[in-house]
């Protein structure tokens, strides 16, 4: 997979591309996407795929693989390893350094590739950056951190960044605590950590039924038991497919550091979405929320938090809800998913 060397110690990012739109070569709006924690940048091939064959007016899709993950640089145990008893300095500098490296690829990619900017009616152009899961936290340092960017990157943005989108964003990705009736494989004492891992990948890709998601409480959601009237979409992989899709090394490199770095994930997100600096370097930018109401509660929750944080601080969080959507959707129903992304980019 072709890549984008990032920084001056040679950091490289790969990716995945469908292309410029041979429908529409000079007019599109290009959305870079981040994978989430162990699911890596191949969860989108079929996205990607069915937007090469189907041929869609007006979008390139660009999946990037994140540090830790196949074909991008690795961590060293030294960046990583040391973060749960690190500073409050020290862990919002290994967050500022993974949105500066992101931003650098999408600052990069914009120029290389020559992506058409904002039309002048705002309807074409430019990009949307979407993060996945706890990619969202990543899409969230890129957008947080924008001013340490130089001056140069922080023009180029600000003109072609429209969108945010969190797709299925969880609230450890925001910094904010777990509901107490939140409950994942993982967090089970009677699974052997080795089996949990193994158990939490395919349940996260199961389908749920939610007792009345209307009522917006917590009780009208369901936490733990799956759906049985569609099939996980593990089991829609080949096990060819799964072995390049999953990446426990990485998965267990993410762990390490989200879960001891909630106050600076906090910190960026409220700045990322609500920030008034932010704002004013990021003028075209909306903030856009996609969800699956057959999803994880953990997606569903997070939804809901998103959305009434943006009435505290008075701005405008779009919700796009996929009817039947799992945490998945990109991989099981790639046309609808692509539909609702491109419906939230204004």
């Given at each position: 997979?072709?890549s984008i060397?990032?920084d001056?110690?040679?950091?490289e990012l790969?990716y995945?591309?469908s292309g410029?739109?041979s429908?529409?070569p000079?007019?599109y709006?290009?959305i870079?996407?981040l994978h989430?924690i162990g699911?890596g940048?191949?969860?989108y091939d079929?996205?990607?795929?069915?937007?090469q064959?189907s041929?869609?007016?007006g979008v390139?899709?660009?999946a990037?693989?994140?540090?830790?993950?196949?074909?991008?640089?690795?961590?060293?145990a030294?960046?990583v390893?040391g973060?749960p008893?690190a500073?409050?300095?020290q862990?919002a500098?290994?967050?500022r350094?993974?949105?500066?490296?992101?931003a650098?690829?999408?600052d990069k990619?914009i120029?290389?590739?020559?992506l058409?900017?904002?039309?002048?009616?705002g309807s074409?152009g430019?990009?949307?950056l979407?993060?996945?899961?706890?990619g969202?936290a990543?899409?969230?340092?890129?957008?947080s951190?924008?001013?340490?960017?130089?001056?140069?990157?922080?023009a180029?943005?600000g003109?072609?960044?429209?969108?945010?989108i969190?797709?299925?964003?969880?609230?450890v990705a925001?910094?904010?605590?777990e509901?107490?009736q939140s409950?994942?494989?993982?967090?089970?004492?009677?699974?052997?950590p080795?089996?949990?891992g193994?158990?939490g990948?395919?349940w996260?890709?199961s389908?749920?039924k939610?007792?009345?998601?209307s009522?917006?409480s917590?009780?009208?959601?369901?936490?733990?038991v799956?759906?049985?009237?569609r099939?996980?979409?593990?089991?829609?992989?080949s096990?060819?497919e799964?072995?390049?899709?999953?990446t426990?090394?990485?998965?267990?490199?993410?762990a390490t550091?989200?879960?001891?770095?909630?106050?600076?994930l906090?910190?960026?997100y409220?700045?990322?979405c609500?920030?008034?600096d932010?704002k004013?370097?990021?003028?075209?930018?909306?903030?856009?929320?996609?969800?699956?109401?057959?999803t994880?509660?953990?997606?569903?929750v997070a939804?809901?938090?998103?959305?009434?944080?943006g009435?505290?601080n008075?701005?405008e969080?779009t919700v796009k809800?996929?009817?039947?959507?799992?945490?998945?959707?990109?991989?099981?129903?790639?046309?609808?998913a692509l539909?609702s992304?491109?419906e939230?980019?204004?």
């Amino acid at each position: 997979m072709p890549s984008i060397t990032v920084d001056d110690s040679g950091t490289e990012l790969a990716y995945l591309d469908s292309g410029v739109p041979s429908t529409s070569p000079e007019s599109y709006v290009t959305i870079f996407a981040l994978h989430g924690i162990g699911y890596g940048y191949h969860i989108y091939d079929r996205l990607v795929k069915f937007i090469q064959d189907s041929k869609p007016p007006g979008v390139r899709f660009v999946a990037v693989s994140r540090r830790g993950y196949p074909g991008s640089t690795p961590y060293d145990a030294a960046e990583v390893g040391g973060l749960p008893t690190a500073s409050d300095d020290q862990k919002a500098a290994f967050l500022r350094a993974r949105g500066a490296e992101l931003a650098a690829f999408i600052d990069k990619f914009i120029q290389e590739a020559n992506l058409p900017p904002v039309s002048a009616d705002g309807s074409s152009g430019g990009i949307a950056l979407m993060g996945w899961s706890l990619g969202c936290a990543f899409a969230l340092s890129v957008v947080s951190h924008i001013d340490t960017y130089p001056q140069s990157v922080q023009a180029r943005l600000g003109a072609y960044l429209r969108t945010l989108i969190l797709h299925e964003s969880p609230l450890v990705a925001l910094g904010v605590p777990e509901a107490p009736q939140s409950w994942t494989p993982q967090l089970e004492t009677s699974i052997r950590p080795d089996q949990a891992g193994l158990i939490g990948v395919q349940w996260l890709t199961s389908y749920f039924k939610h007792p009345d998601l209307s009522s917006r409480s917590f009780d009208g959601v369901e936490w733990v038991v799956p759906a049985t009237y569609r099939a996980p979409t593990i089991y829609n992989m080949s096990d060819a497919e799964i072995a390049q899709i999953l990446t426990f090394e990485g998965a267990m490199f993410d762990a390490t550091w989200y879960m001891s770095s909630a106050a600076q994930l906090r910190a960026s997100y409220e700045r990322a979405c609500f920030g008034s600096d932010i704002k004013s370097k990021l003028p075209h930018m909306k903030i856009s929320v996609v969800v699956g109401d057959a999803t994880l509660a953990l997606g569903l929750v997070a939804a809901w938090q998103i959305e009434d944080d943006g009435k505290r601080n008075g701005t405008e969080v779009t919700v796009k809800w996929i009817k039947g959507g799992n945490h998945l959707v990109q991989w099981d129903d790639p046309s609808i998913a692509l539909q609702s992304f491109l419906e939230v980019i204004v």
